[in-house]
């Protein structure tokens, strides 16, 4: 016998017993995008490798080690499965010139590639929904971001988030702050890891994100960027926290929040778990005002952010949301040659009436199919034989415990569309 072929370590699958909590999700922020005004935009998984070169940064960790790319044997173009969402949904708004009517809302969903190491909340295959604000200049829009996020974890169910929040300033203002924090780094290289060594010139911002216990006390002592924080994005950070505070969210102030990718500017913000371990970060955005013009476009403000749906599913689980399953209403059970035709007849007829039907296929005895009946999790059985065939009737059995009162019954269909529907 052949070896089974197993699936991709890293990248999952949903089996049916999780599939109703996505639905639950998905279908939760379709209705909370569509709340706040934003439309939905599709991109496809694989973009040119250059977009994510340009946009998020060549020296990043998720450029320089995690991304899925490969040659084209067609072309020659070097293509890479999409590691986040926001240089797609940039560069579709440039392509297709979606700015020229004016500012956008749009909202996407969807699978993203990282390869790493496959841990608890940190997957090779993931999915994000992602939020984007193109044309705004702000802050009033980044206040509206984190508004939303904190009506979505009421729709949701979910506890123990918690906000903070830094305003990463001006292009100039972080140059001037480099300076500062390159010499920091270069007076201290020897208490550096590897990894803060090798970004300590290319990318010193990235330090100050280090995870490593033995880094956190130099971390700290570190210059701090809102030292160097120009005028402009000084109040308008001013300006976000009054407005958070206006409505009722709870936020800290981090100012070692940086963020992994190199076009953010600006406010920046982490929405924050406890609850699942070393991947806490559920939710994480900002402004990112020069990444059109970065990736070819014309210059425009703009703000996003992005969640992981495997860590909120997690934090769904972990704070103990009841979320219904998807069960039919009905199971049809038949038996008998003419019962069998008129079987698919009455499925189809309580499905046009608006009821969910599963009908029994494959044979056996009453008994065996009121077993799948009953495993199916169907509130009621229709059951089609002989007698019922004969009468032009049907049977009606509720299954569930609390509608056993009701004995089965035969009736007409349109009868047990309306018992089903009572119940």
Known sequence: MAKTVQGVRGMNDVLPAEAHR?????????????????????MPILERTELFVRSIGEVTDIVEKEMYTFKDELNGEQLTLRPEGTASCVRAVIEHNLLYPGPQRLWYQGPMFRHERPQKGRYRQFHQIGVEALGFAGPDIDAEHIVMCARLWRDLGLKYIRLEINSLGSADARARYRTKLVSYLEQHAGELDADAQRRMHSNPLRVLDSKNPQMQALVAAAPKLADDLDEVSAQAFTALQASLRAADIEFSVNPRLVRGLDYYNGTVFEWITDRLGA??????????????????????PACGFAMGVERLLALIAETGVAIAEQIPDVYVLRQGEAALAWGEQVAEQLRDSGLSAVLHCGGGSFKSQMKRADDSGARYAVILGEDEVAATMLSVKALRIQARQQEQRRVTLPEACEIIKSR
């Open 279 to 300: 991947q806490g970060t559920v939710c994480a955005g900002g402004r990112y005002d020069g990444l059109m013009e970065q990736i070819g476009g014309k210059p425009a």
């Open 22 to 42: 996505w639905a639950f999700f998905e279908e939760t922020v379709r209705r909370w995008a569509h709340a706040y005004g934003y439309q939905s935009i599709r």
